[in-house]
Each structure stands twice: as structure tokens, then as C-alpha cells.
């Protein structure tokens, strides 16, 4: 079975829905939305992404040969479950915020609108790809607002949950406003800058620290940053200022040096008047080892003389809050809107759009979630992406989606820069989506 593909990627509830849907003649077009019930603590905001990915999955949606054969074998699906599913392509509509906007809790992030069997088979995959790629891009931003316009790379591959959420992190990292990559494939992939410097390893394998600086030198000489913290770090810039001269012979410049260890700050200040000391002043200091956005707040606070971070781990799990309290729910089926009424997971019915108003300031004033018909003044913020299974243009470049996010935070009002907890953005119900949640309990 070398062709199992990703619509089995899902949960097994998915097909036996599915299943009963079709045997029931139940296939009038559903409206699902997905959306963030709350924020994870400290957050004020979300970034949206994965877009992308979820419409590439929706444009392949397909049953293989080998899935058929699975399902077969292992039983419960019927004769005509099956040849129901090898037919089976998304045929339906998608509308959905641009990856990169700012989002908050109830907003519906993504609306599908297709026949009902085609829309649930798709839920556990859309909520996938949304749920982490925005998680990873939200704590992206969290950074990328802490390192106060220094740049930031992604170092996570290494500790990333698999190779998808290595490449997938990379991307949502990059798309927020990380500045590159040490992942090769989500470089190539993607079309995002990579980086990289060396490990302690490589001078470990050397009997000194300068031979192994000259070697990694003479091998990239175009991009020279030396890690100098495998031993002593004072003692190794050092070093690199004693080889500075005999690499400039070679044609060779030193660009920077990394620091992985101890107290950061201390060491980038001893460092940078080793540098400077020995002519190196445009000699950047690079700074990694388990950083998140708090050491990075704290560091450019103090003013320590860095020049760039690294950031792993902590961005690539989003390690402080590691998934979303997300959602897929029906809100409408053959004319009919659908409302879930649980106690603390309420829903509201109906196809919604979002409304955002700019103050005066040209910062975000106020959301109002309404029914799709209404006009309300603001920017609407749900677009038309897909048409009967289709792309309505092509997907934006990263390019495009990283400008679109930059403005994007540059809308964000200064309390909802903050790395603790700002009063929450006022996101409004407006009035005829309260009638229509009226209406329906009624009916219900």
C-alpha cells in the first residue's frame, strides 16, 4: 500500500459519519467554521496561517486505491461506502481571514461551505494545519515583538514534533517576520533564507579552537560566524581576533560569532569589547541557546549588545502554550443554521463575517462578528479563496504574506504588544447574529 493518502489522515469517526451521511442521502451543502475559543494564557492575539496548506489538501482530496482496499479489509464500511468514497473530490467554497492577519477568539478564522459527506471527511486535517501553523506563527510574533526589530532565525528543526511540524514551523515563523531558517528543505521548499554557523562538535573533532575556526572559515568563506562558547568563550573571541589578520590575507572576512551558553548578556558585553578591541567591529554577535521571548525582551532591555537571536525550541512547540482551543463546528445544513449549545462550548449559527475598525491612529479599534448578509462599517476580513473545489487566484506568495502580516502587526494597539496579559480586545456580537441564535434556539 504505497498510495495511502492524506484522507486518511483523520479521525475514524470522519468515515463512519461519512458513512451514515451517504446512506441517508444526507448530502446537502453544510457550512463549517473554524475558529479559537480563547486564547492560551499571556495571549492577547493570534496570527493566522496555514491557509496555504489546507487548500492544497482541499484541491487533492482523494481516495486512493490502497485507502479503498484498507477500508475493505478492515470492515465496517459497506459496498457502496466505498465506491461513494472512490468518487469522492472537494467540490465546495472556501472563505477565510489571508495568513498573517490578526485574530481573536469567536472570529471564524476559515468557513467551508461543500456537500456534508466532502466537509466532514475534511475536518481533522483543515483543524491540523490551522491549529499549529497559527499556534507557531502566533508565538513567532510574540518574539518578533520582544526582539524590538533585531532579527530573529529558526534553529527548532532539531526538536520539532516530526519532520511536517519542522517544515511547517519554518514556514509559519518565516510568514510572521522571521528573518530565515537553519532548514534546509523548508529553504528550498519554501523559498526562505537559510542560515547557519557550525557546532560545538566541529571544534570538539579539532585539537584547538583555531584550527577548527580556520577550517570552518576556509570551507564558507562567505559567511564566516564562528561559535565561541564550546570551551571559554573570552578566551575563544580571543582567538578570532588573533586569526582575524591571517584570514584577511586569505580574502576572508569574519562576519560574526555565536554565543549558545551561559548568561548571555555578560558574555555578548565581554565579547563585543574583545571585538571591538581587536578591530572587529562589524563583527555581529548571534545569540541562541533555549531562548524564548521573555530572555529575548530581557536581553534587549538590558541592552545587551546583540546583534541577531536564534530561537529553537521554545517557538518551534510553542512550548508555553502548545495547541489551540480550536474548533470545526456546523453552523448551517440545507438552509438550516445549526447552533451547539454545551455548557462552555456554545457556538454561534450561521455563515458570519468579521468586521475590523481602525481608529484614528490607525490601530484596531473594535471586531464585530455578524451574519454574512449584513453590512457593517470596517474591513471585512473573510475572502472568497476557493470556488467548486477551485483556487479563485493563486495562493499569495510568502513574500506578499510576510508584508501583509508586518502591517498587520503594525495595526496592533500597544497594549496588545505586551508579552503578559492586556485587557481583551473588544470583539462584538452584532445584533442580527444574536436574533439568528435566538431564532434557532426557538427552533431547536
Same mark, same amino acid.
Given at each position: /500500500?504505497?498510495?495511502?493518502?492524506?484522507?486518511?489522515?483523520?479521525?475514524?469517526?470522519?468515515?463512519?459519519?461519512?458513512?451514515?451521511?451517504?446512506?441517508?442521502?444526507? *448530502?446537502?451543502?453544510?457550512?463549517?467554521?473554524? &475558529? +479559537?475559543?480563547?486564547?492560551?494564557?499571556?495571549?492577547?492575539?493570534?496570527?493566522?496561517?496555514?491557509?496555504?496548506?489546507?487548500?492544497?489538501?482541499?484541491?487533492?482530496?482523494?481516495?486512493?486505491?490502497?485507502?479503498?482496499?484498507?477500508?475493505?479489509?478492515?470492515?465496517?464500511?459497506?459496498?457502496?461506502?466505498?465506491?461513494?468514497? %472512490?468518487?469522492?473530490? &472537494?467540490?465546495?467554497?472556501?472563505?477565510?481571514?489571508?495568513?498573517?492577519?490578526?485574530?481573536?477568539?469567536?472570529?471564524?478564522?476559515?468557513?467551508? *461551505?461543500?456537500?456534508?459527506?466532502?466537509?466532514?471527511?475534511?475536518?481533522?486535517?483543515?483543524?491540523?494545519?490551522?491549529?499549529?501553523?497559527?499556534?507557531?506563527?502566533?508565538?513567532?510574533?510574540?518574539? #518578533?515583538?520582544?526582539?524590538?526589530?533585531?532579527?530573529?532565525?529558526?534553529?527548532?528543526?532539531?526538536?520539532?514534533?516530526?519532520?511536517?511540524?519542522?517544515?511547517?514551523?519554518?514556514?509559519?515563523?518565516?510568514?510572521?517576520? &522571521?528573518?530565515?531558517?537553519?532548514?534546509?528543505?523548508?529553504?528550498? %521548499?519554501?523559498?526562505?533564507?537559510?542560515?547557519?554557523?557550525?557546532?560545538?562538535?566541529?571544534?570538539?573533532?579539532?585539537?584547538?579552537?583555531?584550527?577548527?575556526?580556520?577550517?570552518?572559515?576556509?570551507?564558507?568563506?562567505?559567511?564566516?560566524?564562528?561559535?565561541?562558547?564550546?570551551?571559554?568563550?573570552?578566551?575563544?573571541?580571543?582567538? +578570532?581576533?588573533?586569526?582575524?589578520?591571517?584570514?584577511?590575507?586569505?580574502?576572508?572576512? =569574519?562576519?560574526?560569532?555565536?554565543?549558545?551558553?551561559?548568561?548571555?548578556?555578560?558574555?555578548?558585553?565581554?565579547?563585543?569589547?574583545?571585538?571591538?578591541?581587536?578591530?572587529?567591529?562589524?563583527?555581529?554577535?548571534?545569540?541562541?541557546?533555549?531562548? !524564548?521571548? $521573555?530572555?529575548?525582551?530581557?536581553?534587549?532591555?538590558?541592552?545587551?549588545?546583540?546583534?541577531?537571536?536564534? +530561537?529553537? *525550541?521554545?517557538? @518551534?512547540?510553542?512550548?508555553?502554550?502548545?495547541?489551540?482551543?480550536?474548533?470545526?463546528?456546523?453552523?448551517?445544513?440545507?438552509?438550516?443554521?445549526?447552533?451547539?449549545?454545551?455548557?462552555?462550548?456554545?457556538?454561534?449559527?450561521?455563515?458570519?463575517?468579521?468586521?475590523?475598525?481602525?481608529?484614528?491612529?490607525?490601530?484596531?479599534?473594535?471586531? *464585530?462578528? @455578524?451574519?454574512?448578509?449584513?453590512?457593517?462599517?470596517?474591513?471585512?476580513?473573510?475572502?472568497?479563496? /476557493?470556488?467548486?473545489?477551485?483556487?479563485?487566484?493563486?495562493?499569495?506568495?510568502?513574500?506578499? #504574506?510576510?508584508?501583509?502580516?508586518?502591517?498587520?502587526?503594525? $495595526?496592533?494597539?500597544?497594549?496588545?504588544?505586551?508579552?503578559?496579559?492586556?485587557?481583551?480586545?473588544?470583539?462584538? =456580537?452584532?445584533?442580527?447574529?444574536?436574533?439568528?441564535?435566538?431564532?434557532? !434556539?426557538? !427552533?431547536?
Amino acid at each position: /500500500m504505497n498510495d495511502l493518502s492524506e484522507s486518511l489522515l483523520t479521525d475514524l469517526y470522519e468515515l463512519t459519519m461519512a458513512q451514515a451521511y451517504v446512506a441517508q442521502n444526507m *448530502t446537502g451543502e453544510a457550512v463549517f467554521e473554524f &475558529f +479559537v475559543r480563547k486564547l492560551p494564557t499571556r495571549r492577547n492575539f493570534l496570527m493566522t496561517a496555514g491557509l496555504h496548506q489546507v487548500l492544497f489538501f482541499l484541491e487533492q482530496f482523494h481516495f486512493s486505491e490502497s485507502d479503498l482496499i484498507w477500508l475493505e479489509e478492515k470492515g465496517g464500511f459497506t459496498p457502496e461506502t466505498l465506491v461513494a468514497f %472512490q468518487a469522492m473530490r &472537494f467540490t465546495g467554497d472556501v472563505h477565510a481571514m489571508p495568513e498573517g492577519t490578526v485574530c481573536f477568539p469567536h472570529e471564524p478564522i476559515l468557513r467551508i *461551505t461543500a456537500p456534508l459527506p466532502q466537509a466532514q471527511l475534511v475536518e481533522t486535517r483543515v483543524m491540523n494545519l490551522l491549529n499549529f501553523q497559527t499556534m507557531v506563527a502566533s508565538k513567532a510574533c510574540r518574539c #518578533i515583538l520582544a526582539a524590538a526589530g533585531k532579527p530573529l532565525i529558526d534553529f527548532g528543526l532539531r526538536r520539532a514534533h516530526g519532520a511536517e511540524a519542522g517544515l511547517l514551523a519554518a514556514r509559519a515563523s518565516y510568514l510572521a517576520g &522571521f528573518a530565515g531558517t537553519s532548514n534546509a528543505l523548508a529553504g528550498a %521548499q519554501f523559498a526562505i533564507p537559510t542560515y547557519g554557523t557550525m557546532a560545538h562538535s566541529f571544534v570538539q573533532a579539532h585539537r584547538d579552537e583555531t584550527t577548527a575556526f580556520l577550517h570552518i572559515a576556509q570551507s564558507q568563506p562567505h559567511n564566516v560566524v564562528l561559535l565561541i562558547d564550546t570551551y571559554d568563550t573570552e578566551a575563544a573571541a580571543e582567538r +578570532v581576533v588573533m586569526l582575524a589578520p591571517e584570514l584577511k590575507r586569505q580574502g576572508i572576512v =569574519i562576519h560574526g560569532v555565536r554565543l549558545d551558553s551561559g548568561d548571555l548578556g555578560i558574555h555578548a558585553r565581554k565579547v563585543r569589547h574583545i571585538l571591538d578591541r581587536g578591530g572587529l567591529e562589524e563583527a555581529r554577535i548571534l545569540a541562541s541557546g533555549n531562548l !524564548d521571548e $521573555e530572555r529575548i525582551e530581557a536581553l534587549v532591555r538590558s541592552g545587551a549588545p546583540i546583534d541577531r537571536f536564534a +530561537v529553537g *525550541t521554545a517557538m @518551534t512547540t510553542s512550548a508555553d502554550a502548545p495547541y489551540l482551543d480550536c474548533a470545526y463546528k456546523l453552523q448551517e445544513y440545507a438552509g438550516r443554521p445549526c447552533r451547539k449549545r454545551s455548557e462552555g462550548k456554545a457556538t454561534w449559527p450561521g455563515r458570519k463575517q468579521v468586521y475590523r475598525r481602525i481608529g484614528r491612529d490607525g490601530r484596531l479599534a473594535q471586531d *464585530t462578528i @455578524t451574519v454574512e448578509q449584513e453590512t457593517l462599517p470596517g474591513r471585512p476580513l473573510l475572502r472568497q479563496v /476557493m470556488e467548486r473545489g477551485r483556487r479563485v487566484t493563486p495562493s499569495p506568495s510568502i513574500q506578499e #504574506i510576510r508584508d501583509y502580516a508586518r502591517s498587520a502587526l503594525a $495595526e496592533l494597539p500597544d497594549t496588545l504588544c505586551r508579552l503578559d496579559q492586556a485587557e481583551p480586545y473588544e470583539v462584538r =456580537i452584532a445584533e442580527a447574529l444574536e436574533q439568528l441564535a435566538g431564532q434557532v !434556539d426557538q !427552533d431547536t
